[in-house]
T-cell receptor
Framework: NAGVMQNPRHLVRRRGQEARLRCSPM?????VYWYRQLPEEGLKFMVY????????ESGMPKERFSAEFPKEGPSILRIQQVVRGDSAAYFC????????????FGPGTRLTVT | TQLLEQSPQFLSIQEGENLTVYCNSS?????LQWYRQEPGEGPVLLVT?????EVKKLKRLTFQFGDARKDSSLHITAAQPGDTGLYLC????????????FGKGTLLTVNP
């Protein structure tokens, strides 16, 4: 499967726990984007990363959320001390270059905070 | 803030009918993308339109970008149950060419 891969597909966490969401971009893509889809809302940009660098995190909540894209391995979106309002679908997209026109999305991780 | 308004929000039709859904903004976009999202899955890119007035066809789907690059439409001919899904339009926003702004989508149901 040469597409964007995300895991886990479903994640249940209790309030206060940590959530780690992983994303492996398409082969040959070095640009990764994270989006969040809240119930009744559209997809919202969170963060844009290239290998080992955060390029734009303007859409990310300032506290409890962090993202990385190490030299080796998948991109990780980490949410510490989760709250019920973090329940959402989190999507990762990748592109070959820095362009909005060629972003390909993964299947998403559905996070439920109980 | 660049916003994309999609209409209608919901559309339920019978197999074989034609339909058009719309994506509008008060802002100019350098390009617009259309995605289809099925329940429990991620958005799948259908097309990117770049030039004002551009028309692109993908089998029974016809995409048009407005002359002023502020709006787009998606027309489906002879809809089939497999066309059921959430149709999203998106474009670069926030002063960047990589940060996609999405509309809330049109949820299409095609009944057999």
């Amino acid at each position: 499967n040469a597409g964007v891969m995300q895991n886990p597909r479903h994640l249940v966490r209790r309030r206060g726990q940590e959530a780690r969401l992983r994303c492996s971009p398409m082969k040959g893509h070095s640009h990764v984007y994270w989006y969040r889809q809240l119930p009744e809302e559209g997809l919202k940009f969170m963060v844009y990363l290239q290998k080992e660098n955060i390029i734009d995190e303007s859409g990310m909540p300032k506290e409890r959320f962090s993202a990385e894209f190490p030299k080796e391995g998948p991109s990780i979106l980490r949410i510490q001390q989760v709250v019920r309002g973090d329940s959402a679908a989190y999507f990762c997209a990748s592109s070959k270059g820095r362009s909005s026109g060629e972003q390909y999305f993964g299947p998403g991780t559905r996070l439920t905070v109980t | 803030t660049q916003l994309l308004e999609q209409s209608p929000q919901f559309l339920s039709i019978q197999e074989g009918e034609n339909l058009t859904v719309y994506c509008n903004s008060s802002s100019v976009f350098s390009s617009l993308q259309w995605y289809r999202q099925e329940p429990g899955e991620g958005p799948v890119l259908l097309v990117t339109v770049v030039t004002g007035g551009e028309v692109k066809k993908l089998k029974r789907l016809t995409f048009q970008f407005g002359d002023a690059r502020k709006d787009s439409s998606l027309h489906i001919t002879a809809a089939q149950p497999g066309d059921t899904g959430l149709y999203l339009c998106a474009g670069p926003g926030g002063g960047s060419n990589y940060k996609l702004t999405f509309g809330k989508g049109t949820l299409l149901t095609v009944n057999p």
